[in-house]
């Protein structure tokens, strides 16, 4: 069983930057990709980025590609999201995931979710 638990949310203004950590833990915890998806209020999940095991494999959704930047610890358990020049329609509820796969960008397709952090960009 992977557990994961997100953190760093938070209120900022158009601009700035903010860094998002995900702590995961678990016997099982090998192997896994990671991925950051996020969720508005009143849409869908959607998929904003992925890192494989290794992290030396990066993916991104187009809307976030160039400002957000994923990354891994040396220890692999811990997954950042590090979200520069934020913008308004970045706001929503964070979360990060695990996968057995890397790639992916379909909610139904990650195994383990974190309960996720709140973040809200001011105009």
């Known amino acids: 069983q992977v557990l994961l638990v997100e953190s760093g949310g938070g209120l900022v203004q158009a601009g700035d930057s903010l860094r998002l950590s995900c702590a995961a833990s678990g016997r099982t915890f090998i192997n896994y990709a990671m991925g950051w998806f996020r969720q508005a209020p009143g849409k869908e999940r959607e998929f904003v980025a992925a890192?494989?095991?290794?992290?030396?494999?990066?993916y991104y959704a187009s809307s976030v590609k160039g400002r957000f930047t994923i990354s891994r610890g040396d220890a692999k358990n811990t997954v950042y999201l590090q979200m520069n020049s934020l913008k308004p329609e970045d706001t929503a509820v964070y979360y990060c995931?695990?996968?057995?796969?890397?790639?992916?960008?379909?909610?139904?397709?990650?195994?383990?979710w974190g309960q996720g952090t709140q973040v809200t960009v001011s105009s």
């Open positions: 995931a695990a996968d057995t796969r890397f790639g992916r960008n379909l909610p139904f397709e990650y195994d383990a």
């Open positions: 890192i494989s095991w290794s992290g030396s494999d990066t």
